[in-house]
């Protein structure tokens, strides 16, 4: 298995808290996404990076903000949690980005109340 | 942007019998087409992919064809067993993007 980890992998919390979530590798790969997956819905992109510092929305980035400061790390922020908020959040990493291989982490289950 | 519609939602087949997902992208530049399976609180894992210079590739009981006049893909298991029961999700990108865009997901229940 890819070397990814999400951590918290459970979280409950309240309207109008800001939640982070993490993402860590440990395959030194280039590209990181973050995505949501909600029944009906499969897996909607949020934001990817594509390196240290650079960053680009999803299809679904309202109300989410990322950020990378480290090639390993990528950070999902919801600044102000709604219950729209409330799914499962998955990372994932590729190497070479658009035509390479996904590898997913274990997922983080938000509810917010 | 690129638009996957993956059918049918949910299937069940008997062990030992053929399972056959289809999807369709609407994206003519899409070339990267992989398929996931996702087992219950985990994450999907890469199960086959196929790219738009071929039209169909193998590993073991599962196969996908792809159809880039049609712009359709599909995902074939043969001998079903119970341990295929899980979510597949197809997906669509192209080399000169960094996104992936994901059908909505087949939930493939094997019964013994």
């Known amino acids: 298995d890819a070397g990814i980890t999400q951590s918290p992998r459970h979280k409950v919390t309240e309207t109008g808290t800001p939640v982070t979530l993490r993402c860590h590798q440990t395959?030194?790969?280039?590209?990181m996404y973050w995505y949501r997956q909600d029944p009906g819905h499969g897996l909607r992109l949020i934001h990817y990076?594509?390196?240290?510092?650079?960053?680009d929305k999803g299809e679904v980035s309202d109300g989410y903000s990322v950020s990378r400061s480290k090639t390993e790390d990528f950070l999902l922020t919801l600044e102000s949690a709604t219950s729209s908020q409330t799914s499962v959040y998955f990372c994932?990493?590729?190497?070479?980005?658009?035509?390479?291989?996904?590898?997913f982490g274990p997922g983080t289950r938000l509810t917010v109340l | 942007g690129e638009n996957v519609e993956q059918h049918p939602s949910t299937l069940s087949v008997q062990e030992g019998d053929s399972a056959v997902i289809k999807c369709t992208y609407s994206?003519?530049?899409?070339?990267?087409f992989p398929w996931y399976k996702q087992e219950l609180g985990k994450g999907p894992q890469l199960i086959i992919d196929?790219?738009?210079?071929?039209g169909e590739k193998k590993d073991q009981r599962i196969a996908v064809t792809l159809n880039k006049t049609a712009k359709h893909f599909s995902l074939h298991i043969t001998e079903t067993q119970p341990e295929d029961s899980a979510v597949y999700f197809c997906?669509?990108?192209?080399?000169?993007?960094?996104?992936?865009?994901f059908g909505t997901g087949t939930s493939l229940t094997v019964i013994p």
């Open positions: 997906a669509a990108s192209r080399q000169t993007g960094n996104q992936f865009y």
């Open positions: 395959e030194n790969h280039r590209y």
């Open positions: 994206d003519s530049a899409s070339n990267y």
């Open positions: 196929i790219r738009s210079n071929v």
């Open positions: 990076s594509y390196g240290v510092k650079d960053t």
């Open positions: 994932a990493i590729s190497a070479l980005g658009g035509t390479d291989t996904q590898y």
